[in-house]
């Protein structure tokens, strides 16, 4: 029997229908081809893109020369620019803003022909760095609300390039996602004087475990009770905090070590699935200092892993209701049993 | 220049990014294959489906038998089900509800290789009278509250057989999507008086035509201002009426007529692209009288397009925003300038 389940945080309904449930290989595409290199983001093409907006470099090098670990660079095709002014505008009934915003690429290694779950914890560590200086910078920018850290990995979750990156994306307007889980985790503030995502970290790591997939002392990674799509995982922070620039040093070594284990069981299970992750964060504070206020006590930053393995379609795009076969509890199992670190995408 | 648009009805903000534009021979995919016939869906197989729940077939014929036009059956992996009580309970301190609902396919011709659009308009009237019968039928079990039509055509639009098709869920909760048009809507009428839908309407085929993609005397598809997907076209009654299950006779012809030209203009503009339609229609009126007098004045029920030629990434599922790189004039004058019917899914 299916079951239909409620997100904690947003309200939204899932339906879990176990009744179509899949074991991995029944569930897993095929193997994604990798691109060969070298590509315009591999260590030694910096004069391909020279408008490096920040890098972990080896002590003494240059900008915009080799000798980097991450690099940030400006998107080759923004979908939002930095450049003009924020002009909103009425189209007859209809209502327009300028695409003012900004669209930048993290490239997490100047090797061409690793994956992100490859690369060692220290690397990962810088990458997480590097997210966190840039959200910081574009923080500084009166015209952005809120910047969006995401990762497409393989062909069908959106990737054009396979050399590993992430990307960010500045938007002069919270997104509607992120404001709806910041209105979920209020109300249940309101109700409970309690965080969400605490109550869901001691529900999943001391009450039960069985949609825990790992952790260690400062994160978790998690089966969401009601996850939209198979293989589903949360990565939260223990430590109670709605804002991910916060993160402290230590942090960004735990979270690297919680993301690539968590990774490379994706990759073990399920034949190295196409998935997205990203971070959901606190939005900049600037315009509401009361409203943030109130944020720091019911928001807690996070990020999420979303594996493709099923296509889209009518039913989920009419309803906002998603369909997973899988259960999370199955999920949690699988990767919780798998191994990390045996495969490689190579 | 990217734009930011906001859609009227649910506050949606969507990203044209026309700097990615793309001419139609750049943005479609390969042609999709046809699976060989006869199937459990072709005429003359009835025996391996003999659970008939509704069918527009000649007089005289018996049910479960050949000679119908279009044939109600109940899916044979329903991600909701018929039998048994709705029962909510709580997992800790989580929420989930048994998966109670109805989930049915309506079979749209009796021959295996035709889409609904080489269909006469006779042939889809009668579709969309089943549609009707259908959801007409299921108000009356007073379990559910809304029952969502859609039909995903194409392997990458979620379809897994090719014989034409459109499928119902029963819903025991109104969708999120649904609620939010529903909102949005009666917001637009407190402030304005009016129907945003109406105002649509005389936006797109009196004021400005710049977005019209056809129209008769009843019904308008129109490339929506704030379109979420390239080449996206809605369909509306111009008549206003909140209910779907409302429509009339010679609406029905209109509707078919409306339907198939704009399908007709996707397969001639984009070498028979993937899609998704849905109807969305008020829900079910039991539990509020008072509500249900407010939506009729103020929600307008209508039919949405959504081609599938862009692939979620990370951006979108976390911020909820859509980027659509062709803007919806430059898709409407396409469709507009594409005759009907000179192409064939053969």
Redesign the interface.
Known sequence: ??????D?VMG??V???P??SLRPDQIMLPKQERQSGPCVFCGGQEALDPNELFAVRAPGTARNTPGWQVRVLPNK?????IE?KLVREG?????????VGAHEVIVESPEHDLDLADLPEEQIAHVIRAYRERMNDLGGDDRFKYV?I???HG?????TLSHTHS?L?A???T????K?ELIGAQRYYEFKRRCVFC??IK?ETR??RERLVFENGMFAAISP??ARAPYEAWILPKQHSCDFVAITESECLGLAQVLKTTLLKLRGALNDPPF?????TAPFRRPHPGYWSSIQHDFHWHL?I?P?LT?????E?????Y?NPVPPEEAAAVLAATPPGLDSAQ
């Open positions: 029997m299916s079951e239909l389940r409620r904690p939204r309904w339906i879990i229908a009744e179509r095709f923004p979908v939002l620019r003009g189209v007859g009934m209809f209502d327009m803003m300028t695409g969006l995401f990762k497409n062909y069908l979750a959106g990737a990307q994306i938007t002069p307007v997104p509607k996602r992120v709806e109550d869901i529900q009450l039960t009770f009601a997205n992750f990203l971070i959901h999420e979303i493709r296509r889209p379609a009518g039913f795009e009419g309803s906002g209701f369909i």
